[in-house]
C-alpha cells in the first residue's frame, strides 16, 4: 500500500505541470504515494496543469486556485480542501515570492512587505487555517519550504528573500513546539536550488550539469522527501531544518573536490 494512501494534501504554488517548479513536483510525489492532493496556484490555469499531469498517472488531484498571501482566501481555500475530502493530513506551504530585487537602500516599501506577505504571512494564514482540522483528527504534517537563504544570504532575492525565508525557520519550530502533543509534526526544507521544467528549458546543458554535480534538485526530488516526511513513520522529525541539497550548507562544496585541493597544499584531511 502507498504510504500517504487515503490522506489529503494541500500544496500551495503548485501550479505549471511539466514546466512548474518544486511545488509542482512535490504534488507529484505526494499523489505518486497515495495522497488526494489539492493544487494551489494564484491561477486556475496554472494550478489544473499540475492536476492533469497527476490525473494521466492515475493519481487524484484538484485545484484550489487563491492567494495565500490574503488570510480570507487562505481560510477558503482550506475550507473547500476539507468540505470536498472530508479531512486535511497535509500542508505544504511552498508558494513564494522569487525574482531579483534591489539592495536595501533602494527597495521600496511596497516591495518588502511583499516578500513579508507571500513567504512568511502565507504559511501562518495557510497553517491557522488548517491546524483546527490537524488537532481533530489528531494527525497532521506540515512542511515549509523555505531557502538556503535563510542561513546565509540570497543573491537574487534581496533583503525582503532572506529575512521572509529565514523567519518561517522560527515559525516552523514555533509549531512544532505548539502542536506536537496533537501528532502534528512542522518541518521546513530549505532548497539550496530547485530544476524546475522551465529553468532546465531555459539554462539547457548547464542545468543537467548542475544536477549530475548534485548541487541542485529537481523538483521530484524535493517531493520524495516531502512524502516521507508527511508519512505516519516520519512522526519522530519535527522542528527540524533540512537543507537540499545538503552540501551547499556546509561551505565547502563537494568533499571530493575539497579533498583534491587539499592534497595540493600539502593537507593531510584522511580519506
Known amino acids: 500500500m502507498a504510504r500517504l494512501a487515503g490522506m489529503v494534501a494541500l500544496v500551495t504554488g503548485a501550479g505549471g505541470g511539466e514546466m512548474g517548479g518544486g511545488g509542482a513536483g512535490i504534488a507529484r510525489a505526494l499523489a505518486a504515494e497515495g495522497a488526494v492532493v489539492a493544487v494551489?496556484?494564484?491561477?486556475?490555469?496554472?494550478?489544473?496543469?499540475?492536476?492533469?499531469?497527476?490525473?494521466?498517472?492515475?493519481?487524484?488531484?484538484?485545484?484550489?486556485?487563491?492567494?495565500?498571501?490574503?488570510?480570507?482566501?487562505?481560510?477558503?481555500?482550506?475550507?473547500?480542501?476539507?468540505?470536498?475530502?472530508?479531512?486535511?493530513?497535509?500542508?505544504v506551504n511552498n508558494a513564494a515570492r522569487l525574482g531579483r530585487s534591489p539592495a536595501v537602500e533602494r527597495m521600496s516599501d511596497d516591495e518588502w512587505l511583499s516578500y513579508l506577505a507571500v513567504n512568511l504571512s502565507g504559511p501562518f494564514y495557510m497553517s491557522r487555517a488548517a491546524l483546527p482540522q490537524?488537532?481533530?483528527?489528531?494527525?497532521?504534517?506540515?512542511?515549509?519550504?523555505?531557502?538556503?537563504?535563510?542561513?546565509?544570504?540570497?543573491?537574487?532575492?534581496?533583503?525582503?528573500?532572506?529575512?521572509?525565508?529565514?523567519?518561517?525557520?522560527?515559525?516552523?519550530?514555533?509549531?512544532?513546539?505548539?502542536?506536537?502533543?496533537?501528532?502534528?509534526?512542522?518541518?521546513?526544507?530549505?532548497?539550496?536550488?530547485?530544476?524546475?521544467?522551465?529553468m532546465r528549458a531555459d539554462m539547457g546543458p548547464q542545468a543537467d550539469a548542475l544536477v549530475r554535480a548534485r548541487r541542485w534538485a529537481l523538483p521530484d526530488e524535493l517531493g520524495k522527501i516531502c512524502a516521507y516526511l508527511a508519512s505516519p513513520e516520519a512522526h519522530l522529525i519535527t522542528a527540524a531544518v533540512i537543507v537540499v541539497p545538503g552540501v551547499n550548507a556546509t561551505g565547502l562544496g563537494d568533499f571530493a573536490q575539497y579533498r583534491a585541493m587539499a592534497k595540493q597544499i600539502g593537507k593531510d584531511i584522511g580519506e
Open 134 to 198: 490537524m488537532m481533530q483528527q489528531e494527525y497532521g504534517r506540515i512542511i515549509n519550504i523555505g531557502s538556503l537563504a535563510a542561513l546565509r544570504s540570497s543573491l537574487n532575492g534581496g533583503a525582503g528573500y532572506t529575512t521572509s525565508k529565514r523567519g518561517l525557520l522560527g515559525l516552523t519550530r514555533q509549531m512544532a513546539a505548539e502542536f506536537y502533543s496533537y501528532n502534528i509534526t512542522v518541518n521546513a526544507l530549505l532548497p539550496a536550488g530547485i530544476l524546475g521544467g522551465r
Open 40 to 91: 494551489n496556484d494564484l491561477h486556475k490555469e496554472y494550478a489544473q496543469a499540475t492536476v492533469e499531469q497527476i490525473i494521466s498517472s492515475g493519481g487524484e488531484a484538484f485545484s484550489v486556485p487563491g492567494d495565500v498571501s490574503d488570510p480570507r482566501q487562505a481560510t477558503a481555500m482550506v475550507r473547500t480542501v476539507i468540505e470536498r475530502c472530508g479531512r486535511l493530513d497535509i500542508l
